[in-house]
């Protein structure tokens, strides 16, 4: 066996070597270590900063098209006329895209476009508000116009802003258009069940709840009551009749007062008649859900007293008027009592200055543009929510007080008449 001669000397360097050797890598491995986990945590710091910027962007960008759904936009945006749709006598309906092509925000189902519309010859614009009457598409916004006739026994004109629409505008036509706005619509997050009940053309914003429940793929209970002639005047009705294949849960009962030769029951409506409450409490379990409604004055009026008598409570009847020929404000029970039973004594003369006209004011009157309207005197209104601006009167003298908040700007010395009610006696320039 060979041996192995090592000096003390030689053994001690050995060991130190080795000692040394080893400590020199542990020392490596240290410093190595160091660097690796130092290059770990600068990757993964550069990492979560990268992560933090995604977020931030995305948050930004939800901010944005929150905001941007939100708010619109200011004042008057231009849309071209994409397309412009005869429905049935009388109505049309047009496609706006806007003209800038930039993103157009979502609306609630419900809600209307305020148009100012340039007629010929007419120095100041006509404002005039139509409901959207689709749901929320990216492209464009679609309203439904019917011509407003003149009312029956009259030699008037039909209306101006309607005609206007249905003669004059045609596809390629430049708009001016003020954002989605009101307060009429539905709730899509709420789950209680909803009744939506229409006659004519306050068919449109019904048509859009439809749709938007479609699109949101609820799963409410919802009721649809439609009311009008015949088919010849049942605005956008092949639409109307699909949602039932589109939305299971929607009961669809059409209602014609004075059906067509060619309408057949059961196949095109289900109902001869008007849409009444009546109807409603031979159908529905209860009276437990929330209603919607729209059509002419006297129908909306009928249908809100008789839910009333049901038991509905008013909370759950949201209704919208549609304009100066429609309906009136249907002022509580208690107001008329309290008109019955006290009118307001002397003082609250109410002058229309142009007209020559006077009235005094009477809480049945819900607004001064209701007071305007019961004794004829003509006031331009449009959405009768103290957004579109329409309604602007100077006051000659006296004070108002306003009922709500108002989208619409009152310039000192002018008033919103369909949302304000006189502080005392009143002379405005009507
Ligand atoms: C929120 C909202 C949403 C609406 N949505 C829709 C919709 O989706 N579709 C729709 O078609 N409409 C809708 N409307 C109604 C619409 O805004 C107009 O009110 C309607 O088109 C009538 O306006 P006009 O300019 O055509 O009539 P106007 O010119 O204002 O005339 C109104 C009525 O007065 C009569 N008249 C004319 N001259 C006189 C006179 N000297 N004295 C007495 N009466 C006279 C006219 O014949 C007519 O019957 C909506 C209204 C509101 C407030």
């Keep these: 066996m060979p041996s192995f001669n090592l000096s003390s000397s030689g053994f001690v360097f050995l060991i130190g070597y080795l000692l040394l050797g080893g400590f020199v890598v542990q020392l490596a491995?240290?410093?190595?270590n160091s660097f690796r986990s130092a290059a770990h945590a600068r990757a993964a710091s550069s990492l979560a900063l990268e992560r933090l910027a995604l977020d931030v962007r995305t948050a930004r960008l939800r901010f944005d098209s929150v905001e941007q759904e939100r708010s619109g936009w200011n004042g008057i945006r231009k849309f071209t006329v994409a397309k412009k749709i005869a429905e049935c006598a009388d109505t049309f309906s047009f496609h706006l895209t806007p003209h800038d092509r930039r993103p157009i925000p979502a609306f609630k189902p419900g809600q209307y476009l305020t148009f100012q519309?340039?007629?010929?010859?007419?120095?100041?614009?006509l404002v005039r508000c139509y409901s959207i009457s689709d749901c929320a598409r990216s492209t464009h916004y679609r309203v439904t116009i019917k011509r407003c006739p003149p009312p029956p026994k009259t030699e008037h004109p039909p209306g101006r802003g309607s005609s206007f629409f249905c003669d004059n505008i045609k596809e390629?036509?430049?708009?001016?258009?003020?954002?989605?706005?009101?307060?009429?619509?539905?709730e899509l997050e709420k789950e209680k069940a909803a009744v939506l009940i229409s006659g004519g053309v306050g068919i449109t914003p019904m048509i859009a709840m439809a749709?938007?429940?479609?699109?949101?793929?609820?799963?409410?209970?919802?009721w649809f009551f439609f009311g009008s002639r015949g088919s010849e005047d049942h605005m956008l009705r092949a639409e109307t009749l699909a949602l039932t294949q589109k939305y299971p849960k929607l009961n669809l009962h059409i209602c014609y007062s004075r059906p067509g030769k060619d309408d057949v029951i059961d196949r095109d409506f289900q109902h001869e008649g008007r849409v009444t409450v009546e109807l409603m409490k031979s159908l529905l379990p209860s009276q437990n859900y929330n209603f919607y409604l729209c059509g002419p004055g006297a129908f909306m009026e009928t249908i809100t007293d008789d839910l009333r008598t049901w038991g509905v409570p008013d909370a759950a009847v949201h209704f919208e008027a549609f304009g100066p020929a429609s309906v009136k404000k249907t002022a509580k029970p208690e107001a008329k009592a309290a008109f019955t039973a006290a009118p307001f004594a002397g003082g609250q003369l109410i002058s229309f200055a142009k007209s020559g006209q006077t009235t005094s004011w009477s809480p049945a009157h819900a607004t001064l543009l209701d007071a305007a309207e019961a004794c004829g005197v003509r006031i331009e209104a449009g959405c009768r929510a103290g957004n579109c601006g329409?309604?602007?009167v100077a006051i000659k003298s006296g004070e108002v007080e306003y009922l709500n908040d108002h989208g619409a700007e009152a310039e000192a010395g002018s008033c919103l008449a369909c949302i304000c009610k006189p502080k005392g006696a009143l002379t405005i320039d009507a």
């Design 390 to 392: 329409a309604c602007l």
């Design 117 to 125: 519309l340039t007629l010929p010859g007419q120095a100041k614009p």
């Design 211 to 222: 749709h938007a429940l479609i699109e949101a793929r609820s799963t409410r209970e919802v």
């Design 172 to 186: 390629g036509d430049i708009l001016d258009v003020k954002a989605p706005a009101g307060h009429f619509f539905l």
């Design 29 to 32: 491995l240290v410093v190595f």
